[in-house]
C-alpha cells in the first residue's frame, strides 16, 4: 500500500502542523461530518454556500483522527481536548485537495481511463469499470461524483487498486484541465458532444473544446471516441488526413486545426460506433425491451455480446468498452463477462416492474435533448401495449432552451408515444410543440403542479403500461417515482 503521511501533506501543501505527528498515517479522507466515521481525515472545504470549518470539532468528536483546516484560530483549551489528534492548517482547503490527490495519484503506476463527454459518462464508466475489472482491482467513481471534489476524493481512496475509472464533468471551459492534470489518465473517452450545458458554454463546438481538454493531463494521449457523434467524427477525419464527410465550420475548423498541430504526433486515437465505419463496430443488433445483442471484432475475433439493459445507446457504450478492453490487453472472454454483467448506477434507466403490472423506467437523474431522444426512442421500441413519457424541464441550456425543447416534442410526436405528461416551466414547449407535430390532444397533459403527476397517473395507468420518467435532476422526478411505487404497494 502507497501511503501518505502527515509530513507529506505538509510539504505538498506548505501547512503548519498546529498539533500532531508528522508520521501519522494520512487516510480514509472525508468532507463531510455526516458521514464521517473513527480515524477518517476530515477536510474542511469552503465553498460559496458551505464552510467546512465550521464542523472541525464535530468531525473530531465523531472520531476523526485528523482535520485539515484554513482560516482558523485556535484556542488553548480547544487544543488541549485533542492532543492525541493531528491538526494540520493549510492556506486553502480546496487547493489543499487537490495537490494532495495529484500527489497521491503520482504515486501509482496503473491504468486510468478517463471518461467525459455530453450524456453517457456514467453509463459508460459503469460498463468500462466492469470490463476493467475482470483483468484488475479497479476503483471507478461513486455515483456521478464527478466534478472538481469528487474526482480528487475519489483518487484519494486508492489503496491497493490496479486500474482506475474515473468520471469527469464540466459546467464551463477549463474545468477539465484542472481534473485530467490531477488524474493524468493513460486512456482518455470522449462518449459524445451534445448540448448539455450549452447555455454556459454557448455553442457544441465550445462543448467539443472543453471536452478536448481532458487531453491536457495525458503524457501520450490515448483517445476513444464515439464516431458517430457527427463533431468527434469530424475530428477523426482530420487526424486521418481526410475531408470531413460534411463542411465544417470556422469555429470547427479552428478547434480542429489547433487539436490536430497539438497532438498529431503524439496521439493515439481509437473509435467505435454503429453508423460510421469504426475498429469497434456493432453488427447483426438486436433490440429486446431489457436487454441487447450485437456481434462485434475484438481482437481480431467475432464476439457476440449481449448487453443486460436496453436501448441503442446502451451498444455504443459497450463497444466502447470492447475498445478500452483491447487497448488494455484484456482478453476477449473477460470482455464478453464484464459486459454482460455489468450493473448501472441508480436511476439511469433504472427499470422496474410494480405490483399492478405497470413498468417504471426511472431515467430522471439528468436531461439534454439527446438523452431525452436516445429514451423516447427506446421507449417506443417497447412491446407494452401503451407507452407513457412523463417529461420535465432541461436545465442549463441558456438561449438554447426553447429550440432544444422544442425538438424533444417532435422526438414524443415522432417516436409515436401514446400518452405524454410535462410539468415545469420549460416543458410546456414540449407538450405544445408534441400536439403541433401530431399527437392527439386527449393524449397530452400539461401540469402545472408536478405533484399533480402521481395523483393523474393513478387513474391513467393500466396494466402492461410503461411508463418513462424523465427530466434534469432538479426536478427532482426520483421522488415521483418513488410516490409512485409506494402509492401502488400500499393499495
Known sequence: MKNIYVKDILNITKGELIIGNQEEIVDNFCNDTRIIKKDDTYFALVGGNFDGNKFWKEALEKGAKIVILQDINFEKEDLSMYQDRTIIKVENTLDALYKIAEYKRSLFNIPVVAITGSVGKTSTKDIVASVVSQKYKTLKTEANHNNNIGLSLTILRLKDEEALVLEMGMNHLREIILLTKIAKPTVSIITNIGTAHIGNLGSRENILRAKLEILEGMENPLLVVNNDNDLLNKLVECFNNKEANSNKTSE????????????????????????????????????????????????????????PVGGEHFILNALCACKVGEVLNIPNESIKQGIESFELTQKRMDISTLSNGVTIINDSYNASYESMAASLKYLSRLENPRKIAVLGDMFELGEYSVELHKKVGEEVAKNKIDLLICAGENAKIIYETAIKKGLSEENAYYLDDKEEIVKYLEIKMQKGDVILFKASNGMKFFELVEELKKSVEEK
Do not use: R, W
Not at 497539438?262 to 433490440?287: C, P, R, V
Open 252 to 307: 470547427e475548423n479552428d478547434i480542429f486545426e489547433e487539436t490536430v498541430s497539438k497532438y498529431k504526433n503524439n496521439i493515439e486515437i481509437h473509435t467505435f460506433g454503429i453508423n460510421n465505419e469504426s475498429e469497434a463496430m456493432a453488427k447483426d443488433i438486436e433490440l429486446h425491451q431489457n436487454s441487447s445483442t450485437f456481434t462485434c471484432e475484438c481482437n481480431n475475433e467475432k464476439l457476440t455480446i449481449t448487453v
